[in-house]
């Protein structure tokens, strides 16, 4: 997987890389729990409101990431000139909205 996909990086404080590093183990081990639940041939209904919780997980972090994102690299973008970002966020929005 390429992380530096645009050629820009974001510079996290530990707080934030653990905060969401600690969100991401949590999905993790939602996942790993529906796994357990397929191999044990649990109710469709269960695996579909396990499913529904990872889902608003995911969408949680996503705002997070976004938020914080639009108060930082956005911001400081837009201050030093760069409006490619105006761009970049359009793109952004589009592919949240599918």
Request: charge should be positive; hydrophobic fraction near 30%; aromatic fraction near 4%.
């Amino acid at each position: 997987m390429n992380n530096n996909c645009c050629g820009k990086k974001t510079k996290r404080s530990p707080d934030e890389k653990k905060l969401i590093q600690n969100r991401l183990n949590r999905i993790s081990g939602q996942i790993n729990g529906i796994n357990k639940m397929i191999e044990n041939d649990a109710y469709c209904n269960d695996v579909l409101i396990q499913l529904s919780a990872v889902e608003k997980a995911v969408k949680s972090l996503s705002s997070h990431i976004l938020e914080n994102h639009l108060y930082t690299c956005v911001s400081r973008d837009l201050e030093n000139g760069d409006l490619d970002t105006i761009d970049e966020l359009i793109s952004l929005f589009k592919r949240f909205n599918q």
